[in-house]
């Protein structure tokens, strides 16, 4: 457990599930809960249940909790390693109210997996896909020092409207270089 000044990042349990069903009431689809073919498939609570309860290896990123303050489960975040390329990582965090990107915690929960991933990982570049209508995450990531790496167009269905997919990513040099200059 990590416990900040505006949150607590802990490891995701069971319990957290109906929380994290949360997400699929968006109203459109986040990229970051798209399955492997890239659809949307809305799981039920006890298929969530199962997959949070479930163990999961440390060096492939397991699912955290974010909480405010007050103990409320406010979002997730993760940060995943591919056993194919051991010094890259994708980057996920997921707000259950998109205004959150705005706050001090979503800076803070941000830092601490980017931390996670250059310092302690030694990764050396972190990617995140955002659908193109996941506008504050996208503000949130460019702020944060991401950069876009390009869309990809048209990769989902839904709603009556095709949606696109941007690809963002941040090198360790480049969070150094942003740190140095913070401090």
Known sequence: MISGTHCVIRSADADDASAFLRLYEYGWPLA???????EFIIPSLGEL???LGAKREESFGALNAIEDIEGRIIGFCALRMSPLHPFFGQFT????APESFRLALAEEAGQYLLEEAFLRR???KV?????DCEDAQIGYLLA???TSDGNQREVLYSGGNW????SLSLFRAQWQARMEVSA
């Open 144 to 146: 944060q020092g991401f």
């Open 163 to 166: 949606l696109n997919m941007e």
């Open 49 to 51: 249940r199962e997959v």
């Open 127 to 131: 990617v995140v896909q955002c659908m």
């Open 122 to 124: 030694r990764l050396h």
């Open 32 to 38: 970051s809960l798209l399955d492997v073919k890239r």
């Open 93 to 96: 965090l997921l707000f259950l």
